[in-house]
């Protein structure tokens, strides 16, 4: 089996996932049928707080927690909400969106520039309890 690289995973999950604006993202924040997941880790989500209203699915869990036969599933994978995911800079979400997709989640969009764009451009944040 050939190896793939960190470089070449990127370009594949660019051409085959859409991303959007913070601009775009900050229209859908509480919008019925839209639902945020954060894929960073949860030290991350409690020490700089999250996008309002977002749901915590940890990039390294993600498949467990997506899976409906996963030990950690969480139902909101199995309805019919559009999810936008981040992370801090929108790399890992990036490649989460992609994994996704393979799983049958077709309805992602990953946020360009992750939480830190989000920050940088004083869009709403809320404190995470401790994880």
Same mark, same amino acid.
């Given at each position: 089996?050939?190896?793939?690289?960190?470089?070449?995973?990127?370009?594949?999950?660019?051409?085959?996932?859409?991303?959007?604006?913070?601009?775009?993202?900050?229209?859908?924040?509480?919008?019925?049928?839209?639902?945020?997941?954060?894929?960073?880790?949860?030290?991350?989500?409690?020490?700089?707080?999250? +996008?309002?209203?977002? #749901?915590?699915? !940890?990039? =390294? $869990?993600?498949?467990?927690?997506? %899976?409906?036969?996963?030990?950690?599933?969480?139902?909101?994978?199995?309805?019919?909400?559009?999810?936008?995911?981040?992370?801090?800079?929108?790399?890992?979400?990036?490649?989460?969106?992609?994994?996704?997709?393979?799983?049958? +989640?077709?309805?992602? #969009?990953?946020? !360009?520039? =992750? $939480?830190?764009?989000?920050?940088? %451009?004083?869009?709403?944040?809320?404190?995470?309890?401790?994880?």
């Amino acid at each position: 089996m050939s190896a793939i690289s960190l470089r070449d995973m990127m370009a594949v999950a660019h051409s085959a996932v859409q991303s959007i604006t913070v601009d775009d993202a900050a229209e859908l924040v509480g919008q019925p049928g839209i639902t945020f997941i954060d894929v960073r880790e949860g030290r991350e989500r409690a020490a700089d707080g999250h +996008i309002p209203g977002s #749901v915590h699915a !940890a990039r =390294g $869990f993600l498949e467990l927690i997506a %899976d409906p036969a996963g030990p950690m599933h969480n139902p909101i994978f199995t309805g019919d909400d559009k999810f936008v995911l981040f992370c801090a800079s929108g790399g890992r979400s990036l490649l989460a969106c992609h994994t996704l997709t393979k799983m049958g +989640i077709t309805n992602v #969009v990953n946020l !360009a520039g =992750g $939480f830190n764009a989000w920050r940088d %451009d004083d869009q709403a944040i809320e404190d995470s309890p401790d994880v």
